[in-house]
Every structure is written in C-alpha cells, then in structure tokens.
C-alpha cells in the first residue's frame, strides 16, 4: 500500500506557473496508475490529468490541455504537475491519486473510480 504526500502549492497571479509534486511516504509509485484530481468548496472532485500504468500515456481534462503537463519519475519516486498559464479559475486543492497495479501490462490511464490511495491534498490559489 502506498501514502502519497503532495507539495508544491501556492498563491500565484495569473498567468503565473506552478510545479506540484506528489511523493511516496511509503511504498514505490512504480507500478501505479497514477493522477492529478482537484477540488473546490461546494463541489465534486474534478479528474485533472492522468497517466498510464504503463508506458507514457496521459490524459487531461479539456480545461487543462495544453497549459498542464503530468509526468513521473520513478526513480525519485515522484508524480508531478507542470501548471502553466495558470488561471483563476484553477484555484483548488489539488490531490494526487494513484491505482492499484495490475499485474499485468495495462497501458491505459486509470479511469477516475480506479484511483484507490489518495494525498492529502495542496492549495492553489491564483489571483486575478
């Protein structure tokens, strides 16, 4: 079973750009399924970006695209969020989330109800 732990966020101003990390307390993140999810008050926690459990395979939610970049690196044993152009309306606590391995060469992005083990969540907040 992993723990994940996330750093990285911030007060920015638009436009601005951000690098959220999500790490492994325990347990390696190598054979995960791995994601960026987000939340605001009031409402359901939204899918950002994916990535495979294996090979390199990503997806993003349309608000997103081309602005964040999901990447890992299994040998710091780390996910990260590249946020770029970042906008008012990102402002969220962001949550790393990893699925379960498979046990078998599975080269899809998870399906948000696959994620298991979640962060704690980081704060972001942009300023107009």
């Known amino acids: 079973q992993v723990q994940l732990v996330e750093s990285g966020g911030g007060l920015v101003q638009a436009g601005a750009s951000l690098r959220l990390s999500c790490t492994a307390s325990?347990?390696?993140?190598?054979?995960?399924?791995l994601g960026w999810f987000r939340q605001t008050p009031g409402k359901e926690r939204e899918f950002v970006a994916g990535l495979s459990w294996i090979g390199r395979a990503t997806k993003y939610v349309g608000s997103v695209e081309g602005r964040f970049a999901i990447s890992r690196d299994d040998a710091k044993n780390s996910l990260y969020l590249e946020m770029n152009s970042l906008k008012p309306e990102d402002a969220a606590v962001y949550y790393c989330a990893a699925a379960t391995p498979r046990g078998y060469g599975d080269y899809r992005v998870p399906e948000p109800h696959e994620y298991a083990y979640w962060g704690q969540g980081t704060q972001v907040t942009v300023s107009s």
């Open positions: 325990r347990g390696t993140l190598e054979d995960y399924g």
